[in-house]
């Protein structure tokens, strides 16, 4: 059961008036406000002035790196161009690519493959470009961990100019210059370029541009493009290339990226960052994950518009097809996890399937950690060998739970949050124990993952202009992100399937006189178990949308909860699954859970009303108060291991039995009546 403790910012009532004194409106004052930007002057600078690019000369070895590569111009020598197949290093590569042309040198361009070598730099890749007589390599948005490998390139007589972003180690890989933000002896103003803004400032430099927003013109989309897709903070430098690129995107002249827009839909409509995330970047990530992201860069740099045409519709066939693979592994794997529930108890959910495209694993251990609210990894396996991708949230370090289980991998690597590995495939076993065993010394009770909230508003307060107002916050993403509003104690007065198969939810909640329509994802009518009437708390994202009417708010519902219920069943429920999956929790704590023989009789009277929601339990919480939520979850697991209940389609139903159940017998019952862990 995964549910989220709900965080809501401080309100700032005086930043606030302030702003508001200042001819802000209501809900862009109190979001300002509430993240800390409560004086009117800092919100002008904000939502009206770009900050400067800075001088690319400030980042180190940037002059090492400007004098190899125009020492090759000058010389006539080819510079070959190592990129990633990720949108970023994609991104990274064209811009590279398009400047040093426009310079006069010779280019090659070099993107790994997943199935070839993988990331980065690798031995048989140098050795190739050696034998081909390349001397001179620049890597974009990879190179920083490339110890030996520079080693073996100083040894095959290539000279390295590395470009990154990504954190680095203590030793740093031999090369000519080595130009990284994150190096610990960098100096320069701001820390949260992407690969491809590493790349535009190196090209900034080689170009010779007083101020690198000269370059924002020809390069300013693709750097956008790079920022956005690698999820990095939308703040500093970054908020200024992304909003030159987002209006340079808008009109592109790039055949390619016109081609890949009318392609996904969004051709003649207002470009923002939402568009790159949702429908550019998957397109050009697919070429990476499932073919070869060759096709991604040639779509980049096209620059004929039937050329372009072909290949666009080519990325979306492609990511048609990561979609099916995503779905049929997510089907898959949850189908494995529902044949041996233990699993979905474990602190960390580890599963695994015979030839799983290893290109979307990523995002498949990504839905598995949003549904269940704990790390996951999904593994691949062929022949013998597993490769897999995990992902964790920010409360749990994935990278150090690895390292832990080091002497049971192949290889792996990665950060606190996402983190690649190989395995023997028949060491899986043995990996999901120890990982999960570390995971009960280092986190004994999981927190339940946050869902940040900035501001409670009133439904009456959803106007076309103040909502409109907010835009000015844009570009939305990481470190700025879209504004959730909490809707208190609102009465559900309307609910209506929503999509073409019904299963979203369309509902009409209603504050005395005000009523707004929110929709609903995932959760079909028969699925919801907040009936006509009842009052809810809701967290939304707010837009407009252009009806037949002309502007319209449209309210996205992130989650939903009985009005009131507040977050102590959250953390009940992450302690009582923490004591289901061995941890044992102190005598009050384990006590509290204990329910008495009315608490679970009660439950099943609810349960045989009907209305017990599997995947939403809140409900039953509230009924049964929210301090009790651990005896409610210790009920309804003991009714269910009786065999007395059981889960039909979303909901708990009563089992028809004969002759009486000793309720004392269940097992989580004696468990938690004994104490035993």
Known sequence: MNYRAWQLKN?????????LAAGYGPLLARVLACRGIAQPQAAAALLEEEPPLSDPFLLKDMDEAVARIQQAIENGETIVIFGDYDVDGVSATAIL???LTNLGAQVRCKLPTREGGGYGLNRETLQKLADKGYKLIV??????????????????????????????????????????????????????????GVAFKLCAALEGCEDPAELLEPFGELAALGTIADVMPLVGENRTIVKEGLATLQDTLRPGLQALLENAGYAGRPVTAETVSYGLAPRLNAAGRMDTAAVALKLLLCENEEQ??????RLSEINTSRQQAEQQIAAAALEKLSADPARVLDRVIVVSGEGWHPGVIGIVATRLMEKYGRPSIVISTENGEGRGSGRAPTSFNLHAALCACAPLLLRFGGHS???????????IGAF????????????????????????????????????????????????????????????????????????????????????????????????????????VDAAVEVSIFQGRGGPMVSCHCCA?????????????????????????????ERLACLPTRADTAAVYRMVRTGNVFADDLQPLFATAGPENTGKTLASLTALEQLGLIERRGSRYQPVEVT??????????????AEGEG
């Open 417 to 427: 949050a996402a983190a690649g590995l190989t395995i023997e495939e028949e060491k």
């Open 11 to 19: 309100a700032d009532t005086a930043g606030e008036s302030a702003l």
């Open 139 to 196: 890597t974009v948005d990879n190179g920083i961990s490339a110890i030996e490998e520079a080693d073996l390139a100083a040894e095959l007589g290539i000279e390295l100019v590395i470009t990154d972003h990504h954190l680095p180690a203590q030793q740093l890989p031999k090369a000519v210059a080595v130009v990284d933000p994150k190096r610990e002896d960098d100096t320069s103003p701001f820390k949260d370029l992407c690969g491809a």
């Open 560 to 588: 939903m909860r009985p009005a009131g219920l507040g977050n102590a069943p959250a953390e009940q429920a992450a302690r009582f699954d923490a004591f289901l999956s061995g941890t044992a929790l102190p005598d009050d």
């Open 659 to 672: 002759g009486k159940k000793d309720l004392s017998s269940a097992p989580v019952l004696r468990r938690l």
């Open 308 to 313: 372009a045409a072909g290949i666009a519709a």
């Open 97 to 99: 690519y398009e400047c």
């Open 432 to 535: 999901r124990k120890a990982i999960n065993d570390w995971a009960a010394k280092e986190y004994p009770v999981p927190k339940p993952l946050p869902l940040k909230l900035d501001a409670v508003a009133d439904i009456a307060e959803l106007t076309v202009p103040t909502v409109q107002e907010l835009s000015r916050l844009a570009p939305f993403g990481s470190g700025n992100p879209v504004p959730v509003f909490l809707l208190q104690n609102a009465a559900v007065d309307g609910i209506w399937p929503l999509g073409s198969e019904g299963r979203h939810c369309r509902i009409r909640l209603r504050q005395g006189g005000a009523a707004c329509f929110v929709s609903l994802f995932g959760t079909a009518p028969d699925d919801l178990p907040y009936r006509m009437g009842t009052a």
